[in-house]
């Protein structure tokens, strides 16, 4: 059974970071594509990151461009967002997702092309 189980969300001043953590079990993704996604109150999912099987090629949406850092170890099968100079408009549930095929050097973006996705985790930023 896949899981993606994400951690390090919580609650912090604007200007703070945080550190978001997401494991990976019952499958290796060494060899596909990740990313991060954030859903605020109200709102759709949006695409924050995503970065390639190997680490070399990353995209952002633009509002967290200079600010948050995707990153991955494939050693231990997990993916990390860094965030910087957090916004209070950056408050949403974060969510972690992998593509269920190989890495194509393609650049996905939409919800719809992630075929695994973990539970969230609450991310708050306080004025």
């Known amino acids: 059974q896949v899981q993606l189980v994400e951690s390090g969300g919580g609650l912090v001043q604007a200007g703070g970071s945080l550190r978001l953590s997401c494991a990976a079990s019952?499958?290796?993704?060494?060899?596909?594509?990740m990313a991060w996604f954030r859903q605020a109150l109200g709102k759709e999912r949006e695409f924050v990151a995503t970065?390639?099987?190997?680490?070399?090629?990353?995209y952002y949406l633009d509002s967290v461009k200079g600010r948050f850092t995707i990153s991955r170890d494939n050693a231990k099968n997990t993916v990390y967002l860094q965030m910087n100079s957090l916004k209070p408009e950056d408050t949403a549930v974060y969510y972690c997702?992998?593509?269920?095929?190989?890495?194509?050097?393609?650049?996905?973006?939409?919800?719809?092309?992630?075929?695994?996705w973990g539970q969230g985790t609450q991310v708050t930023v306080s004025s």
């Open positions: 997702a992998a593509r269920g095929t190989y890495d194509s050097g393609v650049y996905y973006n939409r919800a719809a092309e992630y075929d695994y």
């Open positions: 019952g499958r290796t993704f060494s060899r596909h594509a």
């Open positions: 970065v390639s099987w190997s680490g070399a090629s990353t």
